[in-house]
């Protein structure tokens, strides 16, 4: 979409305000200053910047700054080993210290002016790396590594002086990796392993290990990425960097807290453009704070339910563990897209072939009854009276000779058949070493995805290490748990990549006329009033009841006779988050009496709960349909966001509630209400007749749209409830709160 001309927008002071350059960087899209049709309607990035990091990993040239071959000290085994490092990727190295001639032989430079040739890559060996930005920029150097702590990670003075070195690097011009980052991307990887590679981005090293240490069990890695306090690289340019190298199958994060929410979701479009699958441990899943928001929808979606719709959102599968971590990318980096996705479950054991299935089937992985025809093809070399519908159980007997390859041979030649997954719990040479080689052998000559369970907790038998784990065709696991995790996200990525659209292609770039429409309602820091707000939504073409705004008794009398009987009589002023809590809400009232007091009650308590008024509301009653909430919170790492759940005064108690991070498409919205656990009420439960799905999704839509364009300008809203009326009768707003930022 880069060149299309969606308009010009030189009069939107917010977007002027992103694209000229200020306190912070302009942004920047494949290597060039951003331009109108690189950004959305609110000044915000559509597409991911890439930065070269070809020169980071496989540098020409190195400086070590600190260099050192003093014994016992830290910094020696340092430099030892990014000499060893340099020489493995061919970079030369130039060691820098002040007053030593030479490190382990080779000449030293005193400073980085004095360098020999202008490097691409310096790695700081320094208590504090800020006094060497400037002479790292003076050198022209490309990257730099800061491995010093005592920064971000111990406080506010550390933060502001990671704040102090980020800015530096800025107006350096050059990339850093750190600080309090280690030497996890200069470790040796094994470079006699084939096939597609994982690339690992870690923010705790230690918590790398384990991926690191498969490529002992034939797992290829090609590059580890130790973001560290992220003050400039953050994981997702290393998202957007590996996602283009062809060499790579998949990215292994371990996420520990994101810098930019909008630039990890933007690296994850590319990776989901170009089919690269992302496997990510986050922690943070527990809420480490509540929030006070006014609003019904700022209470139903805590931090990491954000973050854990975002990933799901573009791809990026969340997995708990490390050892989910390995498994998962392991297999997706290796096993080529489904053929089908059915799953067979094939074991010599009754028992665990059900066991396998009941947690397969419990997780909502598809697995198909083999057809009549398939069965009794099976049962040429299975005994009759033993299951082969699926799971395949072939009693033990078969596996140990001829007929074992023909049975696996028959499942996999299936075509509602994409993965055979064979748990073995325990060896019993030497039918589990016959077993183990048959399934290898099949392997070797489908396309299908053959998994293997192997539950022996020695892990030393032959079948195990020399015939599985030598099969680069094969995934083998140690846990049922890991390998149902791993082929579900396997299939969940390849169905999501497949129809895959990304919704930044297709964002807004120009204000709508609603937008204009709008500023003169929005009142800084303060509430708005449900007049206003309401006003706010009909300027967005969402449906409100016919109501009117009164002053007096005689007027509501007059009011609800236009409105037409029964009405519903509302306090409406900016001070008032929940009126019903108050008593300032009056339903169902049919005759002017009762109007008429009812005006006089709710001044009453207005009056005497010190509640500033601009009117009282004579709405039109609606009854007839299903509660739902719609609304839009800003959330501090993604900004706009907006939930949908099922509404009405038991919205918190429910907590039944699904989001979204702008933008998004209708399809993503018919997502969020395929989460809820209360969906059947849309579709009529108890005789009821199913709601306008269509007109819900739309009131969705157009509250995307003002997330989008007021995003700068609304902390919260909230529109509950929106009734949503039977099928083809559309959705009203009943009730609306916004809070301007």
Known sequence: MLGSTHGTLTTDSRRARVIACGEQPSPVVHGRPADVDDLDVSGRPLYADVPDLDRFFRPGSVAVVGASDAEGRPNTGITRQLI?????????????????QSVFGIPCSPSLADLPEQVDLAVLLVGDPLPVIGELAEAKVKFAVA??????ETGAEGAAAQAHLAAAVRRAGLRLLGPNTNLNAFEKFRDDLDGPAIALITQSGHQGRPVFAMQELGVRLS????????????????????????????IACYVEGLKDGRSFLLAADRAARRGVPVVAVKVGRTETGARTAASHTGKLTGADTVVDAAMRQYGVIRVDGLDELQDTAALLARARAPRAEGVVVYSISGGTG????????????????????????????????????????????????WRGRKIIDAILADPEVGVLICP??????????????DLVDAAEQTDKLVCVVWGSPVGTEAAYRETLLGSSKVATFRTFANCITAVRAYLDHHRFVGAYRSPFDEAPRTPSPSFRKTQALMRPGQQLSEHAAKQLLRAYGIRVPREQLVTSAAAAV????????????????????????????KMGLTSASQVRDAYRELTDIARYEGISLDGVLVCQMVERGVEMVVGVTHDQLFGPTVTVGLGGVLVEVLRDAAVRVPPFGEDQARGMLGELRGRAL???????????????????????????ELGDDIAELDINPLMVLPRGQGAVALDALVVCR
Request: net charge negative; glycine share 8%; proline share 10%.
């Open 84 to 100: 060893a490092w340099a020489e493995r990727v061919g970079a030369r190295l130039h060691p820098v210290h002040p007053t030593r």
């Open 682 to 708: 849309l579709e009529g439960v108890r005789g009821g007749p199913p709601v306008d799905v269509d007109a819900l999704i739309e009131v969705v839509m157009r509250v995307q749209r003002m997330a989008l």
């Open 558 to 585: 007059r009011a609800a006779s236009l409105v037409g009987y029964p009405v519903v009589m509302k306090a409406s002023g900016a001070q008032i988050a929940h009126k019903t809590e108050l008593g300032l809400v």
């Open 424 to 437: 073995i719990t325990g060896p019993f040479p030497p039918m589990s070493d016959k077993l183990a080689q």
């Open 147 to 152: 491995f010093a702590s005592g920064f971000a």
């Open 223 to 250: 590059h580890w990425a130790p973001t560290g306090n992220e003050a400039d690289l953050e994981t997702a340019d290393f998202i957007s960097y590996f996602s283009e190298q062809p060499e790579i199958g998949a």
């Open 354 to 401: 059900a066991h396998f299935a009941d947690l397969a089937t419990a997780a909502g992985l598809p697995l198909p009854h083999l057809s009549a025809p398939k069965q009794a093809e099976l049962h040429q070399w299975i005994p009759e009276y033993l299951s082969v519908t699926n799971p395949v159980d072939n009693g033990g007997h078969p596996v140990g000779d």
